[in-house]
């Protein structure tokens, strides 16, 4: 029933469509890139620096004389490899740490959520650079510090789900019987927290990528040569004025991907949503 909904909804949403396509496009890239670039982004050949797109060089070259689009090809697999990886560490360990201070209560709630609370009081942005500081660059570093800006997040909504589900007939009844508290949490409780926090996911992996480009366009995250997006787009900065699609392309891409993320969230909070059921 649920599946059969889903799958109409998205038949019925034209926007989710396409924005899954882009993002299987990105993700063919990604694990075929060797195959599909034209040529290796890394190796220069400063005789074709800063060319104009050509039908030698789609999108042109940069200032090292490496094909953009090669670049771009190659900077899918960062941005996607980022993107869920940070994502995935705030949902796992913010869904820990709600769970607990949501079903353990008392001194357990206090202690995780004054830590959360002290998170939550940085802006994302600047306590991943803060984190990126301390850690040092390299892509590791930077998927941890990502996903320790957003566990936050996560970590209040599965608290807010189970403090209001915990004391539910249900749930008390499997206690009378007997239940006790892990299968109470994965019968009862977890799936219920599961469906809001996809959504909350779907949401933060578009967040995610674009904290990865903010953090590689300041130099804090992956190290030249390895293309990137955001690292091409501070690339080219300083030719914004005259060839202008040197940090034009990359950019693009990051916004085409990141308003892609965000169509196919919107059409997955419209089928978890219990609220937006009723109008699928």
Known sequence: ??????????????PAMVGTAVLLVCLACAL?????SPYDPIVQNTANRLMGPSAAHWLGTDDFGRDILSRI???SRTSMLVGVAATSIGLIL???LGVMAGFVGKKTDQVIMRGMD???SFPYILLAIVIMALLGPGISNLMIAIGVSRLPIFARVARSIVLAIKHNEYVDAARTLGARDCRLLARHILPNVVPPLIVQGTASLAEAVVTAASLNFLGLGIQPPTPDWGAM???????VFDKFFIPLFPGLAITVVVLSMNLVGDWVRDVLDPRQRQEI
């Open 1 to 14: 029933m649920m599946r059969s909904r889903a799958l109409r909804s998205f038949v019925q949403n034209g």
């Open 32 to 36: 075929f890139a060797p195959l599909i």
């Open 73 to 75: 090809i190659y900077g």
């Open 94 to 96: 913010g869904t820990l």
């Open 118 to 120: 002290i998170l939550l």
């Open 233 to 239: 787009v501070s690339d080219g900065r300083r030719y």
